[in-house]
């Protein structure tokens, strides 16, 4: 069984929409949480971070962690044509870089 | 991506040679880390670095091994390239080992390796 489990999608939806994008996972160890966002042929980039459960929010991005549930969202308000892109869930029992799981990402197509 | 540089972006090579891939940076970070990443299987750290000459093995290292001698480069070295070895290959750095709100974990763009 995988660490961490990501739908691959693709997700399409129209400009405006509110897009939920969700991870589950398997040890419930895990206390810190990161989304990030993968544009084609680029490296990802940091979108959010969370510790431990609850809700935080940047913007249009809202980052969800139910522990209870091992599950963690992340939702995008009034999304973009420019928020097509994969987004990667990862999360890790320590906050050591090295020792992040990954999620596969789901690929999120906004349409104009 | 600013501050780190994957080279070459793209590698074609046949089963059985050997093959590196090198990430440069000029953010003088001291922690360096090679990733993979595969449909379905999402990124997997092969070997990181924390420091010159301080390596250490990854989540899946077999096959692979790497080298610092100076603090900007860090090559990944593919010992006898295999078709299992067809992947994206990312390079990241950061600043601390330990994460901090206000800490980036940068990667590079990628370089794309088939292996036929």
């Known amino acids: 069984q995988k660490e961490v489990e990501q739908d691959p999608g693709p997700l399409s939806v129209p400009e405006g929409a509110i897009v939920s994008l969700n991870c589950t996972y398997s040890?419930?160890?895990?206390?810190?949480f990161m989304w990030y966002r993968q544009y084609s042929r680029k490296g990802p980039e940091l979108l959010m971070y969370?510790?431990?459960?609850g809700n935080k929010e940047d913007g249009r991005f809202t980052a969800q962690v139910d522990k209870s549930s091992k599950y963690i969202s992340l939702f995008i308000r009034d999304s973009q044509p420019s928020d097509s892109a994969t987004y990667l869930c990862?999360?890790?029992?320590?906050?050591?870089?090295?020792?992040?799981?990954f999620g596969s990402g789901t690929k999120l197509n906004v349409k104009p | 991506d600013a501050g780190i540089t994957q080279s070459p972006r793209h590698k074609v090579t046949e089963t059985g040679t050997p093959v590196t891939l090198r990430c440069h940076q000029t953010?003088?970070?001291?922690?360096m880390y090679w990733y993979r990443q595969d449909p379905g299987h999402g990124l997997r750290l092969i070997h990181y670095?924390?420091?010159?000459?301080?390596?250490d093995k990854g989540e899946v290292s077999d096959g692979y091994s790497v080298s610092r001698s100076k603090t900007e480069d860090f090559l990944l070295t593919l010992e006898s390239a295999t078709s299992s070895q067809t992947s994206v290959y990312f390079c990241?750095?950061?600043?601390?080992?330990?994460?901090?709100?206000?800490?980036?974990?940068?990667f590079g763009s990628g370089t794309r390796l088939t292996v036929v």
């Open positions: 969370t510790y431990s459960s």
């Open positions: 953010e003088n970070h001291r922690y």
């Open positions: 990862a999360m890790s029992v320590i906050y050591n870089f090295n020792k992040f799981y």
């Open positions: 040890n419930s160890a895990f206390q810190y």
């Open positions: 670095s924390y420091g010159v000459k301080d390596t």
């Open positions: 990241a750095i950061s600043e601390r080992e330990f994460y901090r709100e206000e800490d980036g974990y940068t």
